[in-house]
């Protein structure tokens, strides 16, 4: 059977729905988020909507949380004549579940989300690791009275106000090597961390501010055995809520690098490791099976003494070699051909890498640097040549601190390639992959949909966005579709020609479909040049879909298609059916195509039909376009929304011309309201100031004809002078004068009407509104005019 893309609905865990309409639920924050492997943990859940969860869904191996009934509080009160006890916790606001991790669970970051009839919650991340992990003690006054711990730990805590400090006083040997690794900026927290060690008379003995980033990172040898007092503030002196950071601390394995950073599937790498407390294992052999999957893992190096930090390392399927070292100038280049991948180190400070390229076709090729996003410190300087020693290209910064650089080789020509750091450090641990390949040139798409979480009322529908990026020249028809789906549920395809950018898909469900919350996976297909091209559609977050008891109300349109010209408007009539039992205000909306504005329509109680007018601007792009027209109410404290069962073709026409107000001079092409203003004079006044004047611009999309120009709105004792705009010509002047009849203070709204005969049809278009402001006369210039001139004498 041929495979078509779809959408994937398997039923996980129905659950009963009530009379109400339950909330989506939300999670904020969990008690705790760092568990050891092979412990059981109570973990409370914060959020919203939460008293109705049914289901926990964690994600990952060997993890599962498992619901605890609620219990009574901690402290209870009696009273002696009764009436008075604690408030309990409201269900809604928090939930306990006992989160298991197995022994064998995979290390690293698990999503937990909870379920309910009102749809699956946004996800917590909880991280599992291999040391004993505890929360924040309660602090002490000082170093002094420093909670002691037990090494090797984890802690998670917080920096809860400014100028605070945490202290953790540990117990450690003479010689046994300590690591201490904070994280907190490169989590997203804004502590900037200082940890400082100190001896048991308070004395500092080690520091670090920046080892990662901004996060301290510190290993530390005690020269005798005794008490050490950790002690962790912001660099700043700031603190609050969110200053939380994670520390792992004790003698734990510790990989500062590896080197190369990955390798071509079927082949055995030797991997060379940095670090500490890694049992002498400097090297080792690492096979990468035929079918490894492609793209970056993450590995760590377990010995006796636990499980190591997690460092990157990317399976390739291209050919790789490294570099040969000498190569530091550029006639002891290394000679490659590609596609290749070179793995090597700017082994020292000044050092440069060169490399000789020589390409068997005319053809393109990129030259990348992968470095920095494997943690190495290399800010890559990328150099291309000629054989003459021209520099072609150069380039620093094209995916953060990693160079990148795209050129059109000629056959059997040398190139030559140099690579150094931006500012000349150097080192072990200055590694990098110098990938070249050809260019992704293959005609090519993507969808993204802009939901994750979808809730579709039995007996209504639900929309979804989904936008298509072309790329390399894709012009085939990208179509998204559905697959198999659980009875009831339904789809209306959406198809997206080439010149749209997308579109919506629509999902129904029948009266009796099944209620639950069911996985949800989106799927397109396209088609270029007779070759079928299928991708999976990227959710804006791990999709799910959610059917719930039917709307009260729901929404229709009677038009399957609505005509517009560009700068007018149009009118689509809508129907909403109410439930027995609603008669609520109901706000209707539409999203249609760029350049379409609509203004909501609300239809109050006991009103169940309208229109909605879409506007076109002026510049509206013309063609034929989808609407989504939607219907949302307030119900139990929440908005429901409600698409239409199908989508409107708004079909935008083009107009032969447009005309427009505008001041004289003005560079800029206007549609905003001109202002003028002139003083009331009497007519026989020399004076400028009860004159003024604007254009009327107009651009031509076809008709070069003569226009003919009208002045609506003028007022008494105001005159005007209006001329027509030539053939050919791009505007007219029309000037304004007021006298002294005209009414001041008063502000005119004018409107100019432009009208010519094009294509068989009388076309009258309307420009924005001309504001006239009357004025009183200045003044001077009164004065003057009303001076009654002298008699001259006679001789």
Known sequence: MEARPGLLLALVAPVALGAGFAPMPRLDSPSATFFQRGTTNLLTLQGDGLGAATNFLAGGNGVKAIRVPAGLPPVVLESSAGGIAVQPASPDKSVTVQWVVAK??????????????????????????????IAEPAPGKGWEDA????????????????????????????????????????????????????????????????????????????????????????????????????LVAGAVPYVESLFPF?????????????????????????ALAADAPLGRQELRARTAAGTSNPVGFEVGDLPETAESEPNDVPDKANALSGPVVVNGRIGKPGDADFFRFRSTTDQRWMVEVEARRFGSPL??????????????????????????IEFDAKKDTDYLIGLRDLTDRGGDPFGYRLVIRQPDIAPDFSVRANAGRI??????????????????????????????????????????????????????????????????????????GGRAVPHDVALSEAGWLTLLPPAPFTVDV?????????????????????????????????????????????LPSGKSRGQLVLNASYNAATGTRPLLVRAEAGVDG??????????????????????????????FFRTDAVRLSAAALPTNSTSAANSTEFVVKVERRGYEGEVALALEGVPDGVTATVQPVTAKAREASIRLLATDKAAVGKEHDLVVVATFTHGDRLWRQKTQPVKLQILAPPTEVAAATNAVPTAKSSP
């Open 262 to 286: 990955g390798g071509r599937r079927g082949a055995t790498v030797d991997v060379q490791l940095s670090g500490h407390r890694l049992a002498g294992a400097d090297r080792l052999a690492v």
């Open 104 to 133: 064998d669970a995979t290390l690293g970051a698990h999503e937990l989300r909870v379920a309910g009839p009102g749809g699956v919650s946004n996800p917590v991340v909880l991280q599992i690791g291999d040391v004993p992990e």
């Open 638 to 667: 929440q908005t429901l929304v409600q698409p239409a069962p199908r989508l409107v073709d708004v079909t935008v026409r083009g107009i032969p011309l447009f005309a427009t107000a505008m001041l004289p001079g003005s560079p």
């Open 147 to 246: 909670p002691r711990i037990a090494l090797p730990t984890g802690i998670s805590g917080k920096i809860g106000a400014p100028a605070e400090a945490d202290h953790f006083r540990f117990h450690a040997m003479a010689g046994e090597e300590l690591v201490f690794d904070v994280q907190a900026n490169r989590t997203g927290s804004p502590l900037d961390a200082t940890l400082v060690l100190l001896d048991g008379q308070g004395h500092e003995v080690a520091r670090s501010e920046d080892g990662h980033g901004l996060d301290p990172f510190l290993v530390f040898v005690p020269k005798s055995e005794g008490d050490y007092v950790i002690r962790l503030f912001d660099l700043r002196y700031q603190g609050g809520d969110g200053y939380r950071y994670h």
């Open 379 to 404: 800010d890559a300087l990328l150099t291309l040549e000629d054989g003459k020693g021209t520099v072609l290209q150069r380039n620093d910064d094209a995916v953060g601190p990693d160079a990148r």
């Open 455 to 528: 809730r579709l009322h039995r007996g209504g529908w639900a929309a979804v966005r989904c936008d298509v990026a072309r790329r390399n020249g894709f012009d085939g028809i990208v179509r998204v579709g559905v697959g198999p789906m659980p009875p009831g549920v339904s789809a209306v395809p959406l198809t997206v020609a080439n010149g749209s950018e997308g579109g919506w898909l629509l999902l129904g469900a029948s009266e009796d479909a099944m209620p639950g919350n069911m996985p949800l996976r989106l799927g397109a297909s396209g088609e270029q």
């Open 558 to 602: 009677a038009q399957a298609s609505v005509p517009v010209e560009q700068n007018s408007s149009a009118t689509l009539d809508v129907a909403i059916t109410r439930r027995a039992g609603f008669d609520g205000e109901v706000k209707v909306l539409g999203e249609g195509p760029g350049g379409v504005s609509i203004a909501a329509l609300v």
